[in-house]
């Protein structure tokens, strides 16, 4: 589309209008470009004229400063030679109306090169036969004038440029030289007054290169040290003159006026920076290009104004036929004659009609027939079949209308009939095909498990409604049985996604091969199962033998490429109407019913009882109190002494939390742990048992250490690092005297995120101890992989200890392997003499237990009390 409409409007461009247009644009930049260049040329003839001036005035200004001092050096000089005898400086100086107002010294030094005169110097001769200009003058046998670089007097430390001249002795040899002080700054000083911008540039300098005064940025564009190569090369060419230079530092540009002294070996340069000179030139060539630029733009926008109207209706002929043709739809227009005015090619393809018949006029009824006879349509395609179709072409029939015409190949057409002003009608012809199959298919997904294929929560809720709808009109009664697959989490871990996949894949079939085709069976999610069974005479009963059977189905093993895997289920049932009709309601009693059967031992079913009930508002009761007793501080730490073996002394304590209940009294752990578990208060307990066991512990003796339990809820907690570092900071206790006791099941959720956590507490110097060592099944493979410094040997090991064989072999099996890794261990639950003395024997690190003391407050413990053999003799 935009490529013909590009090649349109080039087609236009040799119009007379569009070409003027273009000639006058060009005209505009020839004549500005020539424009451009002559004012250019002209603003640098007159830079040239200026700068040369300007150099000339430098010339001159130095040359007149230069002989007013070498009068003055003359008339010295004369006086000196005709009575050298009576010559006295300082009175010639002081009476001579002829001495140059710009010197600052005269002085007078002899032919050995001692300064013999100076004015304003009274002092002792000085000798400087050894400076520059004197050396000059006493080899030179010329009578030139000498004018010295810039240097610093011996008198009076001033900077300044010596001029000179020889003494002759009368018989012509050399006599000493007469010399005349000029400040440089006076030279400088009138540079200044020039008012010359920053970047421009003076330099006086002798023909020796050196510089004897400068102005501006002069180490930008040459060296101090010697005339610069271009410089050089100019005055070949030229004793004045100018040429171009690019500074060597600040890559300015630069024209550079030079000028030689006549009679003097001087040179002075002008330097004026490009920009400078052409500063106005530049801004006139902005406004100059501004104004022909707008007008360029005044012309251009004329010159499309023109080919626009001159190509605006072939454009919209085009744009219809382009829009025609790209058309995802068919489209046919026929006129009030039922003639063809307009068809796309998208519309011939989808009848499959002949060119012969697309073009403008056709009637309508030709292209009817031709779709019934050629067996386009689905349906018959007989002679009759096209009688009835043209019998149904009543002009009513093509007002506003919307249908859909299925094709014998299968595709689906809607067809979209408007009618246009003056008579006749457009037409859309949509194929649908994929749409009705997606939105079937979104009507099923809606409503239907993306994995088994099952109702999913939103139908079984719907379904629901409707079973409990008819049990209150029409007394139906039914059953809820929700389900929830015991171990199947195994099969995931062990054995991937993939294989739990397939398994809930074919336990759904077992399901449905349970249920009538009136009952609803659905997937809630995960493992998690819902079945409606309705209509039964004696619905407990049939509810309860649906159960069995989902029972005795599911527990069948699954075979999955050689693997044998059993799953078992727990159900949870709930009967309307003797439990009630409400929806929500069966759904939580079935719910507690199902929560039941898991206690009992899962792979069973429970029908709900009023007891379920009441336990469920007891622990909601329960709940709320334990909220409120975090709110008020009803929570203690009780502490359990642990005593080293090795010196019978206490060496740390266990923190145990207690609840004291303002009506049931002090209430332990197993009461209401399992509870903030569940509910997710565990996580404030164990922050505050915590802080309040490390702030306790830190009024201690600081050799003895706090043991806190920590819950798997809490591990799982990311904020369990920065809790423990709080708890540390805030109570002032050392990391070494904190000791964090985590169970093997905390370990076996997140292997991967506990291994990280222990890391970093041992990064702090936290102290880790495995507790319930031996009750799992994983405990070996924990303590090479988890950083463990001390194992708990369970209470269930420790009672049984010295009854029974099995017991001490497991406690001599774990010292040995304690003494390996070099990991310390206590036993639990310590209560006789013999207990102690034979763990004591078997290398048992520390112990603790009812045998020393009961769990007690903090002011109660005693850590100076002994546990030693005798004190425990003397106390049997």
């Known amino acids: 589309m935009e490529n013909r409409r590009l090649f349109q409007m080039l087609r236009s461009l040799p119009q007379p209008a569009p070409l003027f247009g273009f000639a ?27 700068g040369t001036r300007l150099t000339q005035l430098l010339e001159e200004n130095a040359t007149r400063l230069i002989k007013g001092v070498d009068r003055t050096l003359l008339l010295l000089r004369s006086a000196y030679e005709k009575h050298p005898e009576q010559f006295d400086l300082q009175a010639l100086v002081k009476d001579s109306s002829a001495v140059s107002d710009v010197t600052t010294e005269i002085a007078l030094i002899s032919s050995n090169g001692y300064l013999t ?97 400068s102005f501006g940025l002069v180490r930008q564009y040459a060296d101090t040290d010697r005339i610069p190569r271009d410089l050089t090369d100019a005055l070949v060419q030229s004793p004045t003159g100018y040429f171009w230079l690019t500074g060597p530092v600040d890559a300015v540009k630069r024209l550079i006026f030079y000028r030689t002294f006549t009679g003097y070996s001087l040179v002075v340069t002008h330097g ?4 400078n000179i052409l500063s106005g030139y530049r801004y006139h060539q902005r406004i100059y290009i501004a104004v022909v630029g707008v007008l360029t733009i005044l012309i251009v926008i004329a010159i499309m104004f023109s080919i626009r109207r001159q190509t605006s209706l072939e454009q919209s002929n085009f744009r219809f036929g382009a829009a025609l043709e790209n058309m995802t739809h068919g489209l046919s227009m026929f006129d009030v004659n039922k003639r063809l005015v307009v068809c796309n090619q998208h519309y011939a393809d989808m009848y499959r009609i002949p060119p012969e018949l697309t073009v403008r006029g056709t009637p309508q009824v030709e292209i009817i027939r031709h779709r019934v006879l050629s067996g386009i349509l689905k349906g018959e395609n007989s002679q009759s079949a096209l009688t009835r179709k043209l019998a149904d072409l009543s002009p009513e029939s093509f007002k506003n209308s919307n249908r859909i015409e299925e094709l014998a190949d299968g595709r689906l057409i809607r067809i979209t009939r408007k009618p246009m002003k003056g008579g006749g009608w457009v037409a859309t012809h949509e194929d649908v ?34 079973a409990a709808t008819r049990q209150r009109q029409d007394h139906e009664p039914f059953s809820v ?74 527990s069948t093993p699954f075979d999955f490429e050689g693997r044998e895997l059993t799953i078992g289920t727990s159900i949870g049932i709930a009967v309307a109407p003797e439990h009630g009709s409400d929806p929500d309601t069966l759904l939580k009693m079935a719910d507690l019913a199902l929560y039941r059967a898991k206690a009992e031992g899962r ?90 066991a490390c702030v306790d512990a830190a009024t201690w003796p600081a050799t003895t250490k706090v043991t806190v339990n920590l819950s798997p809820v809490q591990v799982r907690n990311s904020d369990l690092l920065a809790t423990v570092t709080r708890a540390l900071s805030g109570s002032g206790l050392q ?139 003397t106390a049997a």
């Open 24 to 50: 006058v644009i060009a005209i505009c930049w020839i004549s500005l470009g020539y424009f451009l260049s002559v004012e250019r040329d002209r603003t640098i003839a007159a830079a040239l004229q200026d």
């Open 272 to 275: 004026v920076t490009e920009d």
């Open 433 to 466: 095909t994929e749409q009705q199959r997606s939105e079937s298919k979104i009507a099923f997904m809606a409503h239907n498990d993306g994995l088994t294929n099952l109702s999913n929560r939103v139908a079984f809720l719907s379904k629901l409604e409707e």
């Open 481 to 554: 049985l929700l389900l929830d697959l015991d171990r199947f989490k195994i099969i995931n871990d062990c054995f991937g996604h993939p294989v739990g996949d397939a398994a809930l894949k074919k336990l759904a079939d077992r399901l449905c091969s349970c249920i009538r085709e009136n009952d609803t069976v659905a997937r809630l999610g995960g493992d998690e199962f819902a079945i409606i069974q309705i209509g039964e005479a004696n619905q407990r009963e049939a509810a309860e033998a649906l159960a069995r059977r989902i029972t005795e189905v599911v």
């Open 117 to 213: 005169a100076k004015t304003g110097y009274h002092g002792p001769p000085i000798y400087v036969g050894d400076v520059e200009h004197f050396q000059f003058r006493a080899d030179a046998k010329s009578d030139q004038i000498y004018i010295s670089k810039p240097f610093v007097l011996r008198t009076t430390g001033a900077r300044t440029i010596l001029i000179s001249r020889r003494l002759h002795k009368p018989d012509g040899s050399f006599g000493g030289i007469i010399a005349a002080s000029i400040a440089p700054e006076l030279i400088e000083g009138f540079y200044q007054s020039l008012s010359l911008p920053p970047q421009n540039n003076i330099i006086l300098r002798g023909l020796d290169g050196a510089i004897r005064s």
């Open 735 to 873: 990391a070494e005297r904190l000791e964090l006791e985590i169970t093997e099941a905390a370990l076996i959720d997140n292997e991967v995120h506990c291994a990280t956590l222990l890391r970093q507490f041992k990064g702090l110097g936290v102290t880790i101890a495995l507790d319930d060592f031996g009750t799992g099944y994983s405990s070996l493979s924990q303590l090479t992989n988890f950083p463990i410094d001390r194992i708990k040997i369970d209470r269930s090991f420790t009672k049984n200890f010295t009854r029974s064989a099995d017991c001490a072999a497991i406690i001599s099996a774990t010292m040995r392997l304690a003494y390996s890794l070099s990991i310390a261990t206590t036993a639990e639950g310590v209560e006789t003499r013999q207990q102690y003395r034979l763990l004591k024997w078997a290398g048992v690190s520390s112990v603790q237990g009812y045998l020393f003391s009961l769990p007690c407050r903090v002011s109660e413990i005693d850590f100076g009390a002994s546990y030693g053999d005798q004190a425990m003799d």
């Open 603 to 692: 792979n069973r079913f429970c029908f709900f009882t009023q007891e379920m009930g009441e336990a469920t508002i007891a622990r909601h009761s329960l709940e709320t109190d334990l909220r409120q007793a975090i709110a008020r501080n009803e929570l203690e730490l009780h502490y359990l002494p642990i005593i080293d073996t090795s010196t019978g002394r206490v060496s740390g304590a266990e923190a145990l939390v207690r609840w004291r209940h303002p009506r049931m009294g002090l209430m332990f752990p197993a009461t209401f742990i399992p509870l903030a578990e569940e509910t997710g208060l565990i996580t404030q307990i164990g922050d505050w048992v915590l802080q309040t």
